[in-house]
């Protein structure tokens, strides 16, 4: 692990000035771990007028009071250096932001009013085996240990975010926290509603994304953390389940989680997610837990909870629709090539390893994994085997421009429907895949109106849905 020359450069520069700079915070951390920063950070007791100066190039961000270097290699910009003010934070009356930022003129000030011990070091790059450490910094990172800075609870107090960081950085790091740290997240945990949604789905994200997101999510729970963040996953903790699984409800969600084996965050909330309307679904039929439709209330619940934490519209379609499909039913010899299509129209033809991923996760999450790889590479070569099959209006042999001509008839919507009939028709048989076969019974369906051809297309997937349900229900004790 090196420190870019950029950096180097411009402490020199600041230096030069008769200034104090250094590499601080969270890349020094980075830096004696030998990891990689996501970025680096350099504080001065130059005031930010005094920066300026100094840098032709650099702008002063005043929300932040911090100094924005942007760094050039040939023309382009690679990098941006931020450069902050030594300085201290007073107030957070709203327990997330200082009420008032006042620059101070040493450089312990800046780091005491930081979170955590291993993140309030700074360091030289002309001497960089004397570190600043006046809180034990190094020593906690030896002993891979989150402590707050000062007294744990008086910090969370001043800024309830500091409390999920604290989870995220032991996710990330593979670090406990200290007992008086939790014990002061134990204390404060309420006051997470101070935090934006933003904020917490953020570092939701960072926890999912992290080597160790189960161990996160338990992080989150033991500290009370969770019921605020997921409720709807807390209450699977005193709901039983019967047969396949040896598990609650909620451990066997972050038991899926843990065995997830997509690196994507997206997937692992999905496991994560895969079970949450199990609580609600629960029925008790001939002495056996059942949890039927749980999958569509599961979907329509990681919908409103994805709302409420204002993730991305493409995240939240995403993780829908994996935990809406998660009970599609397989099994060598039973299901059809057709069903295989059609599962693959459902889910798409992109999100299929994820849906595989998130089947994996939930049978090694119930305690009882039993003989199913045979099953699952199955249905992969059975997906290979129908990969180039039609299944979508784009693939059939003929085109709305191609209907237009045969039949005469002006664009329009009747033009979808035909096609849309046709595809499902296709889907069941891809032999009738052919610009001839499909024209005859273009002209066929031509006789039918708007409403009829739409009552058709719906009445063959009502039926074959029907049908998966059936199949479905087989497993649903699973
Ligand atoms: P990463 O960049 O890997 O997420 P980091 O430790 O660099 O981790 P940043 O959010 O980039 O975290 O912040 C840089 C530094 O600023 C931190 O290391 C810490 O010293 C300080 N810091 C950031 N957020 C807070 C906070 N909420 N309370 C106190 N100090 C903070
Ligand atoms: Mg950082």
Same mark, same amino acid.
């Given at each position: 692990? /090196?420190?870019? &020359?950029?950096?180097?450069? +411009? !402490?020199? %520069? =600041? ?8 590499? *601080? ?83 312990? /000030?800046?780091? &005491?009013?930081?979170?955590? +011990? !291993?993140? %309030? =070091? ?8 004397? *570190? ?347």
């Amino acid at each position: 692990m /090196k420190i870019p &020359e950029y950096v180097v450069e +411009t !402490i020199d %520069a =600041l230096k030069q000035g008769r200034f104090e700079a250094y590499i *601080v915070g969270g890349c020094v951390r980075d830096f004696l771990m030998g990891k990689e920063p996501k970025d680096w950070d350099v504080t001065t007791n130059a005031k930010p007028e005094e920066i300026l100066k100094i840098f032709a190039d650099a702008k002063y961000e005043n929300d932040f009071g911090t100094v924005l270097l942007p760094i050039r290699e040939k023309e382009i910009v690679i990098d941006v250096l931020e450069i902050t003010t030594y300085r201290s934070e007073q107030g957070y009356s709203d327990r997330r932001h200082p009420d008032e930022v006042r620059f101070e003129e040493k450089l312990d /000030k800046d780091l &005491e009013r930081r979170d955590f +011990t !291993i993140n %309030a =070091l700074a360091l030289d790059p002309a001497n960089p085996e004397e *570190v600043v450490d006046y809180f034990g910094g190094r020593k906690d990172i030896k002993a891979k240990i989150i402590r707050a800075v000062g007294e744990p609870s008086d910090r969370f107090k001043e800024d309830a975010l500091r409390m999920l960081r604290a989870v995220r950085f032991s996710a990330q790091l593979g670090f406990e926290l200290e007992p008086k740290t939790q014990r002061g997240i134990l204390k404060l945990a309420g006051s997470l509603k101070f935090v934006s949604k933003e904020r917490i789905k953020d570092e939701m994200i960072k926890i999912l994304a992290s080597d160790r997101p189960y161990e996160g999510i338990m992080l989150l729970h033991d500290c009370k953390l969770l019921q605020y963040i997921l409720p709807e996953l807390e209450q699977g903790v005193d709901v039983k389940q019967d047969r396949h699984h040896i598990y609650n409800v909620f451990k066997h969600n972050a038991l899926a989680l843990k065995h997830c084996p997509s690196k994507e965050w997206q997937v692992r909330f999905a496991a994560l997610l895969h079970d949450v309307a199990k609580p609600k679904t629960r029925k008790i039929i001939n002495n056996v837990a059942t949890f039927y439709n749980h999958e569509y209330l599961g979907a329509k619940m990681t919908d409103k909870i994805m709302t409420r934490l204002k993730f991305s519209n493409d995240d939240r379609l995403r993780v829908v629709n994996l935990v809406k499909n998660h009970m599609f039913y397989y099994n060598v010899g039973e299901v059809s090539a057709a069903s295989v299509r059609r599962l693959i129209v459902k889910v798409g033809r992109e999100n299929l390893k994820d849906l595989i991923d998130l089947r994996i996760a939930d049978r090694l999450g119930s305690g009882t994994p039993k003989a199913m790889p045979y099953k699952l590479r199955h249905l992969q070569y059975m997906m290979e085997k129908v990969q180039n099959d039609p299944i979508s209006v784009k693939m059939l042999k003929i085109n709305g421009d191609d209907l237009m001509k045969v039949l005469g008839i002006a664009p329009g919507p009747k033009i979808g429907a035909i096609l849309d009939v046709l595809l499902s028709e296709v889907i069941e048989d891809p032999e009738l895949n052919e610009a001839k076969i499909l024209t005859a019974h273009a002209k066929d369906l031509d006789k039918l109106n708007l409403e009829e051809l739409r009552a058709k297309a719906k009445e063959i997937i009502e039926e074959k849905r029907q049908e998966e349900d059936r199949d479905i229900k087989k497993q649903y004790k699973v």
